[in-house]
């Protein structure tokens, strides 16, 4: 059995988690100090040989992608953060800064002082208004003491630290869309090459790491790399937020080494909902292809999830049982994507669209089996020809959905509609819906308190 | 509201501390936008033309990005703007039937207003709470662990003007404008109320500090 290892979540407990005082009495900023009496140099190297990779989705090494940076060019460079969690299912790094905006701003400082950026930024989903507040007054803490702004902890290390938030468009948690939207332009992904790393933000030399990224720095300078070795698995090192929701009986985060199983943790949070079984789930947000309980036991780490057939992801385990319908599920995704596409690429822009209709008819029972080659044609002609992974994401829930659940979509043109009870996969009881909104109607609704 | 009047001269004040934030000042369109709906509840054309005029810019550049953002509204919204998550997960564990019951109980639809301008209503995507689903913001503070019954009665508690407080939010709900106003940068103070974090924020936490807790111990 696996051991959490809880680490940015050590503190969240305290009331005062969140303050500068609750940070530095759980330890904070001791990293810092410790990064500040290196050169900026063996700090990129530390964060390389810790082998801390990309917690926002895709995984690459973090102080890799700082060693890209180029050193003594006299340009600007900028750090940002990418706060824009909005991938359907992730839920880690909204409460992360609500508990502990601290952890961030000191691997802020750390990343900044390592790549030379005496600018950086973090963009924060525009719809977390309390996040907000807890970010904004932890910046203000920490210009207050010395940690922010001029001759940091009497470094000679300046940095100047802005938030930013958004306005909700999940296309900005794409890294070139965020640089776009963040210089004052509509969110739309540019094209690569040249990567930010040499023409970022402003077209200046920019690393663009997540949250969970940044915030994981601090605890490997101040604990040493060989204590984040010992965790999780050869080629995926460390400790990481997973988010259990959907239908079990505990949803919640889980911080545990990379490598743990799904098993593991629906055991820790006892299980799936009493009464149903395990349909399918996603190992890392609905832009990575689904799982079935036949995956329990793949390691949730970089390597083992890719070998499975899907992507780590962002680690949102989102579980869904035998009442619900697959159809739905990856129709309701759909419109999510053809909703967000930012439009700049056709592929995108009209594929999603026409996804949305085809799974519509499906899901009404209206298709024919010959509709699923062209659902999957469609897909084909959507993945990988686009700018950005948008387009990739949309297919994802359709193409493995119909991997697994090929006689679920046929099922539905065989009873000419969706087989399911939406009720039933609801967490009221059966009826209630329809018997609140009677009740609603006579101004009898408290009566149904504890539905 | 006086959308056709020039805003004050501690307004556009306001907008000038916003755009020196920024190594460049097209940076600021974004928390100005903000800030707009601070004031007029909505992006106005007299905000859009001010935001263009600041940043050198021509007004359709402004309306251009502006258009491209959903919590950009183009015309006024409920001072208690309520989004029913109905993305995947959400609308699953009941967040279609809390938007139905929602719908029909206040009679109206998708991007609409209540008559008396207190509550509108929008289906929103995932807003990065699934632990707590089905979740319901209201100007985008957290409301966890959402029913039918549950959102019909808070929306009659914001229209009859009850005190209502978010589950990981500030003690009391502020008003539309007033957390446009957090949005664009301009801090309301309020940091420091509200829980630090919901219970399955700390389930893990919890179970890894009390092994005996965890329910497979049991």
């Given at each position: 059995?696996?051991?959490?290892?809880?680490v940015?979540s050590?503190n969240?407990?305290?009331?005062?988690?969140?303050?500068?005082?609750?940070?530095?009495r759980?330890?904070?900023?001791?990293?810092?100090?410790?990064?500040?009496?290196q050169?900026?140099d063996?700090?990129?190297?530390?964060?390389?040989?810790?082998?801390?990779?990309?917690?926002?989705g895709?995984?690459?090494?973090t102080?890799?992608?700082?060693?890209f940076?180029?050193?003594?060019d006299s340009?600007?460079?900028?750090?940002?953060?990418?706060?824009?969690?909005?991938?359907p299912?992730t839920?880690?790094?909204?409460?992360?800064l609500?508990?502990?905006?601290?952890?961030?701003?000191e691997g802020?400082?750390?990343?900044?002082?390592?790549?030379?950026?005496?600018?950086?930024?973090?963009?924060?989903?525009?719809?977390?208004v309390?996040?907000?507040?807890r970010?904004?007054?932890?910046?203000t803490?920490a210009?207050?003491?010395?940690l922010?702004?001029?001759?940091?902890?009497g470094?000679?290390?300046?940095?100047?630290?802005?938030?930013?938030?958004?306005?909700?468009a999940?296309?900005?948690g794409?890294e070139?869309?965020?640089?776009?939207?963040?210089?004052?332009?509509?969110?739309?992904p540019?094209?690569?090459?040249?990567?930010?790393a040499?023409?970022?933000?402003?077209?200046?030399p920019?690393?663009v790491?997540?949250?969970?990224?940044?915030?994981?720095?601090?605890s490997?300078?101040?604990?040493?790399?060989?204590?984040?070795?010992?965790?999780?698995?050869?080629?995926?090192?460390?400790?990481?937020?997973?988010?259990?929701?959907?239908?079990?009986?505990?949803?919640g985060?889980?911080?545990?080494?990379?490598?743990?199983?799904?098993r593991?943790?629906?055991?820790?949070?006892?299980?799936?909902?009493?009464?149903?079984?395990?349909?399918?789930w996603?190992p890392?947000?609905?832009?990575?292809?689904?799982?079935?309980?036949?995956?329990?036991?793949?390691p949730l780490?970089?390597?083992?999830?890719?070998?499975?057939?899907?992507m780590?992801g962002?680690?949102?385990l989102?579980?869904?049982d035998?009442?619900?319908?697959?159809?739905?599920?990856?129709?309701?995704?759909?419109?999510?994507?053809?909703?967000?596409?930012?439009?700049?690429?056709?592929?995108?822009?009209?594929?999603?669209?026409?996804?949305v209709?085809?799974?519509?008819?499906?899901e009404?029972g209206?298709?024919?089996?010959?509709?699923l080659?062209?659902?999957?044609?469609?897909?084909?002609?959507?993945?990988?020809r686009?700018?950005?992974?948008?387009?990739?994401?949309?297919?994802?829930p359709?193409i493995?959905?119909?991997?697994?659940?090929?006689?679920?979509?046929?099922?539905?043109?065989?009873?000419?509609?969706c087989?399911?009870?939406?009720?039933?996969?609801?967490?009221?009881?059966?009826?209630?819906?329809d018997?609140?909104n009677?009740?609603?109607?006579?101004?009898?609704?408290?009566e149904?308190?504890?539905? | 509201?006086?959308?056709?009047?020039?805003?004050?001269?501690e307004?556009?004040a306001?907008?000038?501390?916003?755009?020196a934030?920024?190594?460049?000042?097209?940076s600021?369109?974004?928390?100005?936008?903000?800030?707009?709906?601070?004031?007029?509840?909505?992006?106005?054309p007299?905000?859009?033309?001010?935001?263009?005029?600041k940043?050198?810019?021509?007004?359709a550049?402004?309306?251009?990005v502006?258009?491209?953002?959903?919590?950009?509204?183009?015309?006024?919204?409920?001072?208690?703007?309520?989004?029913?998550?109905?993305?995947?997960?959400?609308?699953?564990?009941?967040?279609?039937?809390?938007?139905?019951?929602?719908?029909?109980?206040?009679?109206?639809?998708?991007?609409e207003?209540?008559?008396?301008?207190?509550v509108?209503?929008e289906?929103?995507?995932?807003?990065?709470?699934?632990?707590?689903?089905?979740?319901?913001?209201?100007n985008?503070?957290?409301?966890?662990?959402?029913?039918?019954?549950?959102?019909?009665?808070?929306?009659?508690d914001?229209?009859?003007?009850?005190?209502?407080?978010?589950t990981?939010?500030?003690?009391?709900?502020?008003?539309?404008?007033?957390?446009?106003?957090?949005?664009?940068?301009l801090?309301?103070?309020?940091?420091?109320?509200?829980?630090?974090?919901?219970?399955?924020?700390?389930?893990g936490?919890?179970i890894?500090a009390?092994?005996q807790?965890?329910?497979?111990?049991?």
């Amino acid at each position: 059995m696996t051991t959490l290892t809880p680490v940015l979540s050590k503190n969240w407990n305290e009331a005062d988690s969140f303050t500068l005082t609750g940070y530095k009495r759980a330890g904070g900023y001791v990293g810092l100090e410790k990064a500040l009496k290196q050169t900026p140099d063996e700090v990129i190297a530390l964060v390389k040989e810790s082998g801390l990779r990309g917690r926002g989705g895709a995984g690459f090494p973090t102080g890799n992608k700082w060693s890209f940076i180029p050193q003594g060019d006299s340009k600007a460079h900028y750090l940002v953060v990418n706060a824009d969690e909005s991938e359907p299912g992730t839920c880690k790094d909204m409460p992360l800064l609500l508990a502990n905006p601290h952890s961030l701003i000191e691997g802020i400082i750390i990343g900044s002082y390592a790549i030379r950026a005496n600018h950086a930024f973090i963009y924060l989903r525009g719809e977390v208004v309390h996040v907000f507040r807890r970010v904004q007054q932890a910046i203000t803490d920490a210009y207050a003491a010395g940690l922010l702004g001029k001759n940091i902890l009497g470094s000679g290390f300046d940095l100047e630290l802005t938030l930013h938030a958004g306005a909700g468009a999940y296309i900005c948690g794409e890294e070139t869309a965020l640089l776009d939207s963040l210089e004052g332009f509509r969110g739309q992904p540019r094209l690569r090459p040249p990567f930010p790393a040499i023409a970022g933000l402003y077209a200046m030399p920019t690393v663009v790491n997540n949250v969970e990224s940044i915030a994981s720095v601090p605890s490997i300078l101040a604990q040493g790399v060989p204590w984040f070795q010992a965790m999780g698995t050869e080629k995926s090192k460390g400790f990481t937020l997973y988010s259990l929701s959907g239908h079990v009986t505990n949803p919640g985060q889980f911080e545990a080494p990379l490598g743990i199983t799904l098993r593991e943790i629906l055991a820790l949070a006892g299980g799936i909902r009493p009464g149903h079984q395990l349909k399918f789930w996603t190992p890392g947000g609905s832009s990575t292809p689904i799982f079935t309980a036949e995956h329990l036991d793949v390691p949730l780490d970089y390597e083992g999830v890719s070998a499975a057939g899907s992507m780590l992801g962002t680690k949102a385990l989102q579980i869904f049982d035998e009442t619900t319908c697959v159809v739905r599920a990856a129709l309701r995704w759909s419109e999510f994507y053809k909703h967000e596409s930012c439009g700049k690429c056709t592929p995108c822009r009209e594929g999603t669209w026409w996804l949305v209709q085809m799974l519509k008819d499906l899901e009404a029972g209206k298709g024919s089996e010959a509709d699923l080659e062209k659902l999957l044609d469609l897909c084909d002609n959507i993945a990988g020809r686009s700018f950005c992974a948008l387009a990739d994401g949309a297919v994802a829930p359709i193409i493995s959905t119909l991997k697994y659940f090929r006689a679920e979509y046929i099922e539905h043109q065989i009873q000419r509609g969706c087989p399911f009870d939406p009720v039933a996969a609801t967490l009221f009881p059966t009826g209630t819906v329809d018997k609140i909104n009677k009740i609603a109607e006579v101004g009898e609704a408290a009566e149904m308190v504890g539905a | 509201m006086s959308d056709h009047q020039q805003f004050s001269a501690e307004e556009l004040a306001t907008m000038d501390t916003i755009v020196a934030r920024y190594p460049k000042s097209r940076s600021a369109i974004m928390p100005l936008l903000h800030f707009v709906q601070s004031i007029d509840g909505y992006v106005t054309p007299r905000g859009l033309e001010t935001i263009a005029s600041k940043l050198g810019l021509e007004t359709a550049e402004v309306t251009a990005v502006s258009t491209f953002y959903t919590q950009y509204k183009n015309e006024p919204v409920g001072e208690y703007h309520v989004g029913i998550c109905i993305n995947t997960l959400c609308a699953v564990m009941g967040g279609d039937a809390i938007y139905e019951a929602t719908t029909e109980h206040l009679g109206i639809g998708n991007h609409e207003t209540t008559n008396d301008g207190k509550v509108s209503l929008e289906r929103i995507e995932c807003n990065a709470a699934c632990d707590y689903a089905p979740v319901v913001m209201v100007n985008w503070e957290f409301f966890d662990n959402q029913s039918p019954q549950s959102v019909t009665q808070l929306v009659d508690d914001l229209r009859e003007g009850k005190p209502v407080r978010p589950t990981r939010g500030p003690n009391s709900l502020r008003t539309w404008k007033q957390n446009s106003a957090v949005l664009a940068g301009l801090p309301d103070g309020l940091a420091h109320e509200g829980v630090q974090a919901g219970a399955p924020t700390l389930l893990g936490l919890n179970i890894a500090a009390n092994p005996q807790t965890s329910p497979e111990a049991n």
